[in-house]
Protein backbone atom coordinates (compact mmCIF):
# COMPACT_ATOMS: atom_id res chain seq x y z
CA UNK A 1 0.00 0.00 0.00
CA UNK A 2 1.03 3.38 -1.14
CA UNK A 3 1.94 6.47 1.52
CA UNK A 4 -0.82 8.24 0.75
CA UNK A 5 -3.17 5.25 0.62
CA UNK A 6 -1.99 4.79 4.52
CA UNK A 7 -2.79 7.84 4.99
CA UNK A 8 -6.38 7.92 3.67
CA UNK A 9 -6.99 4.44 5.59
CA UNK A 10 -6.00 6.14 9.03
CA UNK A 11 -8.48 9.44 7.96
CA UNK A 12 -11.10 6.50 7.26
CA UNK A 13 -10.17 5.21 11.21
CA UNK A 14 -10.32 8.78 12.26
CA UNK A 15 -6.65 8.15 13.47
CA UNK A 16 -4.80 10.90 11.10
CA UNK A 17 -4.34 14.17 13.46
CA UNK A 18 -3.31 16.15 10.61
CA UNK A 19 -7.00 15.38 8.91
CA UNK A 20 -8.73 18.75 8.21
CA UNK A 21 -12.08 17.91 5.86
CA UNK A 22 -13.21 15.42 3.14
CA UNK A 23 -14.27 16.66 0.10
CA UNK A 24 -16.13 15.04 -2.86
CA UNK A 25 -12.78 14.00 -4.34
CA UNK A 26 -10.17 13.95 -2.22
CA UNK A 27 -8.79 14.94 1.88
CA UNK A 28 -7.31 18.17 2.85
CA UNK A 29 -4.83 17.13 5.28
CA UNK A 30 -2.29 19.77 6.78
CA UNK A 31 1.49 18.18 5.93
CA UNK A 32 3.36 17.03 8.61
CA UNK A 33 5.85 19.49 9.12
CA UNK A 34 5.03 22.78 8.86
CA UNK A 35 8.41 24.24 6.91
CA UNK A 36 5.75 26.98 5.90
CA UNK A 37 2.45 28.08 8.23
CA UNK A 38 -0.19 26.21 6.41
CA UNK A 39 1.51 23.71 4.24
CA UNK A 40 -1.30 21.40 3.00
CA UNK A 41 -1.76 18.12 1.18
CA UNK A 42 -5.06 17.74 -0.88
CA UNK A 43 -5.08 13.45 -0.94
CA UNK A 44 -6.91 12.01 -4.02
CA UNK A 45 -9.78 9.24 -2.81
CA UNK A 46 -8.57 7.79 -6.28
CA UNK A 47 -5.69 5.80 -6.04
CA UNK A 48 -3.72 6.92 -9.86
CA UNK A 49 -0.47 7.61 -10.29
CA UNK A 50 -1.50 11.01 -12.95
CA UNK A 51 -3.86 12.98 -13.08
CA UNK A 52 -5.07 11.88 -16.58
CA UNK A 53 -5.54 8.56 -15.29
CA UNK A 54 -8.63 9.70 -13.55
CA UNK A 55 -12.31 9.73 -15.66
CA UNK A 56 -12.76 13.29 -17.12
CA UNK A 57 -15.66 14.61 -14.66
CA UNK A 58 -13.55 13.06 -11.20
CA UNK A 59 -10.91 15.48 -12.81
CA UNK A 60 -12.33 18.20 -12.93
CA UNK A 61 -13.83 18.03 -9.97
CA UNK A 62 -10.86 17.06 -8.03
CA UNK A 63 -8.57 20.53 -9.74
CA UNK A 64 -12.16 22.21 -8.92
CA UNK A 65 -11.93 21.27 -5.07
CA UNK A 66 -8.08 21.63 -5.20
CA UNK A 67 -9.13 25.41 -6.63
CA UNK A 68 -11.45 25.89 -3.25
CA UNK A 69 -8.62 23.92 -0.80
CA UNK A 70 -5.78 26.61 -1.96
CA UNK A 71 -8.42 29.35 -1.05
CA UNK A 72 -9.14 28.15 2.04
CA UNK A 73 -5.68 27.63 3.34
CA UNK A 74 -4.56 31.04 1.70
CA UNK A 75 -7.38 32.91 3.97
CA UNK A 76 -6.61 30.66 6.99
CA UNK A 77 -2.86 31.74 6.92
CA UNK A 78 -2.99 34.92 5.68
CA UNK A 79 -1.06 33.74 2.54
CA UNK A 80 1.12 36.57 0.57
CA UNK A 81 2.28 33.53 -2.42
CA UNK A 82 1.08 30.03 -2.86
CA UNK A 83 2.98 27.14 -4.82
CA UNK A 84 0.10 24.65 -6.26
CA UNK A 85 2.10 21.77 -7.13
CA UNK A 86 0.57 18.23 -8.95
CA UNK A 87 2.75 15.41 -7.92
CA UNK A 88 2.04 11.55 -8.80
Not at 45 to 67: A, C, G, Q, Y
Amino acid sequence: MCLICQRIELIKKGENPYFVKELETGYLVIGDHQYFAGYSLFLAKEHVSELHHLKKETRLRFLEEMSLVQEAVAKAFAAEKMNIELLG
